[in-house]
């Protein structure tokens, strides 16, 4: 389910999805299907971890990121979950195919 929040949006980003819902900032956002699918495998992701444990790794994976580079962008962009999401957003069939846990497969690769 799709919601329109820009008030929930950090100022850089477009969308975000906390299971079940995907936020997104405005409503022409809604149609943009690569947007709505990277939101869609990060729901699929929160489902197979238990969206707390999500979460937690999320987190943690971030932090030791931005203590790594010193950069918040490239922290960001190098969390398993991110790197998953955005090599995939423009594949609209990739969750019919996606295995199991397929994130770890990104976590340390650099």
Same mark, same amino acid.
Request: charged share 20%; no cysteine.
């Given at each position: 389910?799709?919601?329109?929040?820009?008030?929930?949006?950090?100022r850089?980003?477009?969308g975000?999805?906390?299971?079940p819902?995907?936020?997104?900032?405005?409503?022409?956002?809604?149609?943009?299907?690569?947007?709505? &699918?990277?939101?869609?495998?990060?729901? $699929?992701?929160q489902?197979?971890? #238990?969206?707390? %444990?999500?979460?937690t790794?999320?987190?943690?994976?971030f932090?030791?990121?931005l203590i790594?580079?010193?950069?918040?962008?490239?922290?960001?962009?190098n969390?398993?979950?991110?790197?998953?999401?955005?090599?995939?957003?423009? &594949?609209?069939?990739?969750?019919?195919? $996606?295995?199991?846990?397929?994130? #770890?497969?990104? %976590?340390?690769?650099?």
């Amino acid at each position: 389910m799709i919601l329109i929040s820009k008030f929930l949006i950090p100022r850089k980003y477009n969308g975000m999805a906390i299971y079940p819902f995907i936020f997104l900032k405005n409503k022409s956002l809604a149609s943009n299907s690569v947007l709505v &699918n990277h939101e869609q495998i990060h729901l $699929r992701q929160q489902l197979e971890l #238990l969206w707390v %444990f999500f979460f937690t790794w999320y987190i943690i994976e971030f932090s030791i990121h931005l203590i790594r580079f010193r950069n918040w962008n490239r922290a960001y962009h190098n969390i398993s979950f991110e790197k998953e999401a955005y090599k995939n957003e423009e &594949n609209l069939y990739y969750l019919e195919n $996606r295995k199991f846990w397929t994130f #770890l497969k990104y %976590f340390n690769n650099n």
